[in-house]
């Protein structure tokens, strides 16, 4: 078997399971951004959302006008860090609330990919774990967005917030403990919308448990029906 073949092939899976490219690559963002620090860090961030948003489309095979709203947003977010880097950090709640929303757009498509009433396959398996890491992104971005505009919304151990302020990274992490219900107390809500968006996302995190357990026994038992 030649290399072009095989390349091929790999291709052509990549293809059948975007949705499993998709996760990959917010796994990634994941064990990376930590390591990032500096100058660079709100950069990677910015750079690094956008590829996620267009993988997503991608993923959900988005129409042209859609990739082309997403690399508007692409722009945009590029031209707010720079412009954060340079001191307006006004755009900063603006930017964090459109990721947020698109974000937040993207997670639906994902879901109503996995949760509609076709066969399950791989690439809905995989679909369904990356929507799940979405909604979390999409809460960190909204937690970040509360932060700018209520400076005590939460409150962290020193080792969090040495300087009292939640970078991006630290609120993606708080945004999976309260998404998966883990809860290790680290750091905590103070104001009251905090504590609105925190139950929000609790509430979320089970239903969509629930959902997908029941999309899953009502796709066995229809199966079961057709068997002779």
Same mark, same amino acid.
């Given at each position: 078997m030649?290399? !072009?073949l095989?390349?091929?092939?790999?291709l052509a899976? /990549?293809?059948?399971?975007?949705?499993?490219?998709?996760l990959?690559? $917010?796994?990634?963002?994941?064990?990376?951004?930590? $390591?990032?620090?500096g %100058?660079?860090?709100a950069v *990677?961030?910015?750079?690094?959302l956008?590829?996620?948003?267009?993988?997503?489309?991608?993923?959900?095979?988005?129409?042209?006008a859609?990739?082309l709203?997403?690399?508007l947003?692409?722009?945009?977010?590029?031209?707010?860090? !720079?412009?954060?880097?340079?001191?307006? +950090? &006004?755009?900063?709640p603006?930017?964090?609330?459109i990721?947020? =929303?698109?974000l937040?757009?993207?997670?639906t498509?994902l879901?109503?990919y996995?949760?509609? &009433?076709?066969p399950?396959?791989?690439?809905?398996?995989?679909?369904?774990?990356?929507?799940?890491? $979405?909604?979390?992104?999409t809460?960190?971005?909204?937690?970040?967005w509360?932060?700018?505009?209520?400076?005590d919304?939460?409150? !962290?151990?020193?080792v +969090?917030?040495?300087?009292? +302020?939640?970078? &991006?990274p630290?609120? /993606?992490y *708080? %945004?999976?403990?309260? @998404?998966?219900?883990t809860?290790?107390g680290e750091?905590t809500?103070?104001?009251? =919308?905090?504590? %609105?968006?925190i139950?929000?996302?609790?509430?979320l995190g089970?239903?969509?448990?629930? *959902?997908?357990?029941?999309?899953? !026994?009502? @796709?066995?038992?229809? %199966?079961?029906?057709?068997?002779?």
């Open positions: 030649t290399i !072009a095989r390349m091929k092939r790999r899976y /990549m293809r059948r399971n975007r949705c499993g490219v998709l990959v690559a $917010l796994c990634l963002f994941i064990l990376i951004n930590p $390591l990032v620090a %100058s660079f860090a *990677f961030l910015a750079l690094g956008v590829v996620i948003l267009m993988l997503a489309m991608w993923a959900l095979r988005a129409r042209r859609t990739l709203a997403l690399g947003l692409a722009l945009f977010t590029v031209n707010a860090v !720079a412009a954060d880097r340079l001191g307006e +950090h &006004w755009l900063r603006v930017t964090l609330l990721t947020a =929303m698109f937040g757009a993207v997670t498509g879901l109503y996995v949760l509609d &009433w076709r399950i396959t791989a690439d809905k398996v995989f679909g369904a774990v990356a929507a799940y890491v $979405l909604i979390a992104f809460f960190a971005s909204l937690f970040g509360l932060q700018q505009l209520q400076p919304a939460f409150h !962290a151990a020193p +969090h917030a040495p300087d009292e +302020h939640l970078d &991006w630290t609120m /993606m *708080f %945004s999976f403990t309260v @998404l998966t219900s809860g290790f750091i809500p103070v104001t009251k =919308m905090a504590r %609105s968006l139950i929000i996302e609790q509430v089970v239903m969509y448990v629930a *959902f997908l357990i029941a999309r899953l !026994a009502n @796709l066995y038992r229809n %199966s079961g029906k057709h068997r002779p």
